[in-house]
């Protein structure tokens, strides 16, 4: 656990200093609908980052990102990946193998009004996910992976990948079997921790220390589970 914390360390010390350049290289950075805040899922095939459309779905975006803040989505997965369609996280009541506290379970379990707009779904787009109620949907959403128009203003859209696109095609690659309308992976894409910033932190050196701490608290969660259910 100790190597595996080192490693995601270094990486996100380095993820932040390039983030502190204005001309850093970013996936779909330049999205006028994107505000500053960023989460980062490190799941076992690699990191995706992604930022939210706060003007666009406001009620999704605070509900979403207090989730992220909560540790919601730690050791929860990717249970559904259609290669060109949507890689989609699991709602956060099932989906995660570690048990929650009372305040997680009473956030993971609200759902929220339909924000539905006239952003397209094209590929990088987040959409939450929903049953036949248009004020359904929870902590469940989908990762577009190309273009799906007859999705357009039927789900909430509220975000979009900006980094870990080389993830998203890893996952794409993944062998997977078909369960009714869902094509999963046979493997469990696990969401191994996750971590949140803000580009426009004024302080470089602030921001790492408050990564490294929200760091250490997401892997301390993900071990203390594990040995709980392992000893």
């Given amino acids: 656990m100790a190597g595996?914390?080192?490693?995601?360390?270094?990486?996100?010390?380095?993820?932040?200093?390039?983030?502190?350049?204005?001309?850093?290289?970013?996936?779909?950075?330049?999205?006028?609908?994107?505000?500053?805040?960023?989460?980062?899922?490190?799941?076992?095939?690699?990191?995706?980052?992604?930022?939210?459309?706060p003007h666009v779905a406001p009620k999704t975006v605070e509900h979403i990102y207090k989730l992220v803040r909560l540790g919601c989505y730690n050791t929860n997965h990717f249970f559904r990946v259609d290669k060109g369609f949507v890689a989609q996280v699991a709602a956060v009541v099932g989906g995660r193998k570690a048990p929650m506290n009372e305040e997680q379970e009473q956030h993971a379990e609200k759902s929220i009004v339909g924000e539905f707009s006239t952003v397209k779904h094209v590929r990088g787009i987040l959409s939450m996910g929903r049953y036949s109620d248009p004020d359904s949907a929870s902590s469940s959403f989908s990762i577009l992976l190309g273009d799906a128009p007859h999705l357009d203003g039927q789900y909430a859209v509220f975000g979009r990948v900006t980094k870990g696109d080389d993830t998203l095609?890893?996952?794409?690659?993944?062998?997977?079997?078909?369960?009714?309308?869902?094509?999963?992976?046979?493997?469990?894409?696990?969401?191994?921790?996750?971590?949140?910033?803000?580009?426009?932190?004024?302080?470089?050196?602030?921001?790492?220390?408050?990564?490294?701490?929200?760091?250490?608290?997401?892997?301390?969660?993900?071990?203390?589970?594990?040995?709980?259910?392992?000893?």
């Fill in 169 to 231: 095609r890893k996952l794409e690659r993944l062998p997977t079997h078909k369960e009714g309308i869902f094509v999963m992976p046979i493997e469990r894409i696990e969401i191994l921790s996750t971590y949140y910033y803000d580009i426009e932190v004024e302080s470089c050196e602030a921001e790492k220390s408050i990564l490294k701490r929200r760091l250490s608290e997401s892997a301390s969660e993900v071990e203390r589970w594990r040995r709980k259910c392992f000893v």
């Fill in 4 to 53: 595996w914390l080192r490693h995601v360390a270094a990486a996100l010390l380095c993820l932040v200093a390039a983030a502190s350049h204005a001309g850093a290289s970013t996936y779909y950075a330049s999205d006028p609908n994107l505000g500053s805040a960023r989460v980062v899922f490190q799941t076992n095939h690699g990191d995706i980052e992604f930022g939210f459309f």
